[in-house]
């Protein structure tokens, strides 16, 4: 069996991703191959961080891995907090303050159309690809839900009448950018 190592420590994400790759691939976290540090992320764009973070665990650790970025691009702040989302508050801030920062930069504005956006980078045998994941919506105006993590109470897809917050993880790992973006590297795998 191939394993592959998945940039990442979050408990939520390998289950998620494990569930959709299949036995055919053993996934490894970022603590089962000894990797205890903070990956580098330092480029411009979400593409860029996915692909930093995935051939600086590829390089240094000499493995086959993949890693993930994700970003929410609100029209009407030019994609802001895009790249920024984990620490749009600033550094070291909670998830809770990210969003009232949202909430406060889009108050009084119509316009609150936004998107999801993940993109996966995968190095295996040293060659690299991409996969991209995207799901549209809107910022509600206040947080609705107590499931999910990060922007999801104030994030509501199109064609839904609640939140990502609201919805059960099953349900939310259907229609998610993750989900869409995991789901391409995982027929990709299996094609291989």
Same mark, same amino acid.
């Given at each position: 069996?191939? @394993?592959? &190592?998945?940039?990442?420590?979050?408990?939520?994400?390998?289950?998620?991703?494990?569930?959709?790759? #299949?036995?055919?691939?053993?996934?490894?976290?970022?603590? +089962?191959? #000894? &990797?205890?540090?903070?990956?580098?992320?330092?480029?411009?764009?979400?593409? =860029? !961080?996915?692909?930093?973070? %995935?051939?600086?665990?590829?390089?240094?650790?000499?493995?086959? /891995?993949?890693?993930? $970025?994700?970003?929410?691009?609100? +029209?009407?702040?030019?994609?802001?907090? #895009?790249?920024? *989302?984990?620490?749009? %508050? =600033?550094?070291? &801030?909670?998830?809770? +303050?990210?969003?009232?920062?949202?909430?406060?930069?889009?108050?009084?504005?119509? !316009?609150?159309?936004?998107?999801?956006?993940? /993109?996966?980078?995968?190095?295996? $045998?040293?060659?690299?690809?991409?996969?991209? #994941?995207?799901? *549209?919506?809107?910022?509600?105006?206040?947080?609705? =839900?107590?499931?999910?993590?990060?922007? +999801?109470?104030?994030?509501?897809? $199109?064609?839904?009448?609640?939140?990502?917050?609201?919805? @059960?993880?099953?349900?939310?790992?259907?229609?998610?950018?993750? %989900?869409?973006?995991?789901?391409?590297? %995982?027929?990709?795998?299996?094609?291989?």
């Amino acid at each position: 069996m191939i @394993s592959i &190592c998945f940039a990442t420590n979050n408990k939520n994400k390998l289950e998620e991703v494990r569930s959709k790759i #299949g036995n055919q691939f053993t996934i490894l976290s970022l603590e +089962d191959i #000894g &990797c205890l540090e903070e990956l580098p992320e330092t480029q411009p764009t979400i593409e =860029g !961080n996915s692909e930093q973070k %995935a051939q600086y665990v590829a390089q240094k650790y000499k493995v086959n /891995c993949f890693a993930d $970025d994700t970003g929410l691009l609100v +029209d009407a702040l030019q994609g802001a907090p #895009g790249v920024y *989302s984990a620490r749009y %508050a =600033g550094p070291n &801030c909670l998830p809770e +303050d990210n969003m009232i920062k949202l909430l406060d930069e889009l108050k009084g504005i119509k !316009n609150r159309n936004a998107h999801f956006k993940t /993109c996966i980078t995968l190095v295996l $045998d040293g060659t690299q690809i991409q996969f991209e #994941g995207s799901v *549209s919506g809107s910022i509600l105006e206040e947080k609705h =839900g107590e499931k999910g993590f990060g922007y +999801d109470p104030i994030f509501q897809p $199109d064609s839904y009448t609640i939140s990502f917050a609201e919805m @059960s993880m099953a349900e939310k790992n259907i229609i998610s950018h993750r %989900a869409l973006a995991v789901s391409k590297l %995982a027929a990709h795998l299996q094609s291989l």
